[in-house]
């Protein structure tokens, strides 16, 4: 069964900081893996998408990788800015098109 | 942790006919559900947002006139595809949020195929 953890739960930076939020997962037979901002009140946001067969997927200041056999992903945010301040999630997805999301990580970006 | 479910799991149907698909908050009470559908090799992309006791908010894209959703009560939405064509073939998925709108507890998802 597919678990999904995040690391760290909360995190804190002074705007300007480059910063990089963890992902791990149990069954590396993962179809994809997709990084989404959640802001209160709002529906989720699709940052990025990389399928089993990538290794990194860029978008702007981000970036995410996968490493299938360490089963591990990480959402690189670079020179952060107060309005990245929301709660990222990250979820691996199955071939049938299942979500299995972790917990988040709210991030705070201080001016 | 807050429970969410959807029912059905999985659905066949052939093209013209309408389906519903039913989320449930189990142990709180929703005052928002979101609905999300997702194609194959795409990410997850959010329908429509919708309040208990008043009408959905549609993304752009999103015909709501095909994807009907209803929010009666704090513990269940609907989201019924009329007429549904082949091309709405996708995997839906809901979720809810208490009055904190901190958190959204997922629903195990809806695989609707249109034949």
Request: include cysteine; charged fraction near 15%; charge should be positive.
């Amino acid at each position: 069964k597919q678990e999904v953890t995040q690391i760290p739960a909360a995190l804190s930076v002074p705007e300007g900081e480059n910063l990089v939020l963890n992902c791990s997962f149990t069954d590396s037979a993962i179809y994809n893996l997709q990084w989404f901002r959640q802001d209160p009140g709002k529906g989720l946001t699709s940052l990025l998408l990389i399928q089993s067969s990538q290794r990194e997927q860029t978008s702007g200041r981000l970036n995410a990788s996968l490493d299938k056999s360490s089963g591990r992903s990480t959402l690189y945010i670079a020179a952060s800015q107060p309005g990245d301040s929301a709660t990222y999630l990250c979820a691996g997805g199955g071939s049938q098109g299942n979500l299995i999301f972790g917990k988040g990580t709210k991030l705070s970006v201080k001016p | 942790g807050a429970v969410v479910s959807q029912h059905p799991s999985r659905v066949i149907c052939k093209s013209g006919t309408s389906v519903k698909i039913e989320c449930r908050s189990l142990d709180f009470q929703a005052t928002t559900m979101f609905w999300y559908r997702q194609f194959p090799k795409q990410s997850l992309m959010l329908m429509a947002t919708s309040n208990e006791g008043s009408k959905a908010t549609y993304e752009q894209g999103v015909e709501k006139d095909k994807f009907l959703i209803n929010h009666a009560s704090l513990t269940l939405s609907t989201l019924t595809v009329t007429s549904a064509h082949p091309e709405d073939s996708s995997f839906y998925i809901c979720s809810a949020s208490g009055r904190d709108q901190e958190t959204q507890y997922f629903g195990p998802g809806t695989r609707l195929l249109v034949l």
